[in-house]
């Protein structure tokens, strides 16, 4: 398993436990200190079965075809080539291997404003892509079976804006969605 934008480990400890004591799983971050402190926790907990590597999620260091299952949680809206990113999941995964993502899309227009303001992209909001051209990126990636299995809103940090701020009005474009695909 391989978990892209894997930051302190959480959810590669999370999914240590779902492969059990055979299976392996990689975490990537392109924060060094990000990897301490993963590596740091891995070996508090005694994670035998986890190990964590520097890179981004546009050049994964991960060999071709060597992955089961990718999952992400909310880091794909953060890069700047998205395609990139699926292509190279499509890359590391055997065939038949799964991807299953967690992240934002938007359902309408930012305003430039809003996509230019930095506390609105490192809060995930202006990076989104639009939800159709998200899944089609992932499609164009090569992944089959692209579908959404959940959705919601999402307002984490709408309140440090003020009511009737463009960037506060901007929380009712992004969607939380969960997508699963596979690869053929």
């Given at each position: 398993?391989l ?18 004591p ?8 392109m ?24 890179g ?50 938007l ?9 230019k ?21 992932i ?5 089959t ?8 809103g ?11 701020s ?13 997508v ?5």
């Amino acid at each position: 398993m391989l978990d892209l934008g894997s930051g302190a480990g959480i959810d590669c400890f999370l999914a240590a436990r779902a492969v059990g004591p055979t299976g392996h799983v990689i975490g990537v971050d392109m924060t060094a200190s990000m990897l301490e402190r993963a590596r740091a926790n891995a070996g508090k907990i005694e994670a035998t079965t986890v190990e964590f590597r520097l890179g981004e999620i546009e050049h994964l260091p991960v060999a071709d075809e060597t992955v089961d299952v990718i999952i992400s949680n909310c880091v794909v809206n953060l890069s700047p080539d998205k395609p990139q990113v699926y292509r190279e999941a499509y890359r590391v995964l055997r065939p038949g291997g799964r991807l299953m993502v967690s992240d934002l899309v938007l359902n309408g227009p930012l305003s430039d404003s809003v996509r230019k303001n930095v506390e609105m992209y490192v809060g995930c909001n202006s990076g989104a892509e639009q939800r159709d051209r998200y899944l089609e990126q992932i499609r164009g990636a090569g992944f089959t079976n692209v579908e959404v299995v959940s959705e919601s809103g999402y307002a984490v940090g709408a309140d440090a804006f003020a009511d009737g701020s463009a960037e506060r009005d901007a929380f009712a474009m992004v969607t939380s969605v969960k997508v699963r695909a596979v690869k053929r």
